[in-house]
């Protein structure tokens, strides 16, 4: 006898849910990549490659002389290392569909989501600075771990 | 001091070739005057450190207006370790990250890269910072 549909869609649901829970823990245990961390981690958390899609990573890391404001040119070979492993890296699924405004992490709408509750004001706090300094707020952000238990907001 | 640097390019310090990787702040700031051709000056490396050159930004707007503790990245926050040798025994050692942060730093404060004697002069000053 066939089991019914619904079983059939049940299994594959689940099986279909613990993919995803198991690419996500794959990639927030993604170890980084040496170079990443100590040419970009330099200036800030090296942020981990799933908070971007593919086509923001290339962007950024097409014109790194005009980072953000900032001078952050690299040679050629180290430039293609990084990105190409960022891009093997780079958010997936729904998240990677739309680029956030200016490729900014701070921009996408998991960041935006995330964060919501924080005053604007909060932002600024000398303790803090700026939306982009991960680890002010997040004392494992430069290992790439933003468990929200984890989360102490400076005075 | 310039007697020494004098001295110093007299010998064999220009001798020492840019390219390199290990190094020491010394070496460095010995090749970067012999390709200068002049002595450097701390004054002038400690003005063009912590003055702005027609842009936002100073050296010290990230490194601090003297450079033995922990600076802080004017946009991320980021700390950043103090740049002066004394202060951070591992400054000034690798010939290709000076140079690197040489030429993008430079460009975010001057707009263009800095000449040998530039570096020169901002090195002599920085070796001059005591911890």
Redesign the interface.
Known sequence: MQPPSWWAALAFATMAATSVHAKERAARDLPALPQYVRECG????PYPPRLLPAASWRALMGRL?AH???????DEATAQAIGAWLEANAASGKRAATPPPENRITRSSRFLHKHGEIAPSAWRRPS???P??C??CHPAAEKGAFNEHDVRVPR | MIVKYVACLALACSAIALGAAAATPAALLSAYSAKAGAAPSTERGQALFRTTHGREWSCSSCHGEVPRSVGRHAVTGKPIGPLAPAANAGRFTDEARVEKWFRRNCNDVLGRECSAAEKADVLAWLLTVTP
């Open positions: 330099s200036c800030h958390v002389a953000f404001g900032s001078d952050a040119s690299l803090i600075h700026s982009s300094n680890a002010a």
